[in-house]
């Protein structure tokens, strides 16, 4: 099964995820409201099927947003 994030959920997963900035930190970066990012959190965690913000950051590290996530070329560059 794969996942289809949008370009700027893949934003938003890389910087809280990735980057482990504040859902306000990443605002002032993307140069929208907290609120807004807290938005795409809650639909990436449905997406991925996790409960909590320790089980998406795990799933990342564990290489599993690799597996489940597809990505379109141009996010690529986002990821390390």
Known sequence: MSIKLSPR???VLHLIA???LSNKEAAREMKISHRTVENFRHNIMQKMGVKNYGELV?????????ETVTRSEDQMSLWP
């Open 58 to 66: 795990r799933q990342v590290a564990l290489g599993g947003s690799h």
């Open 18 to 20: 990735v980057r482990c």
């Open 9 to 11: 959920e893949e934003t």
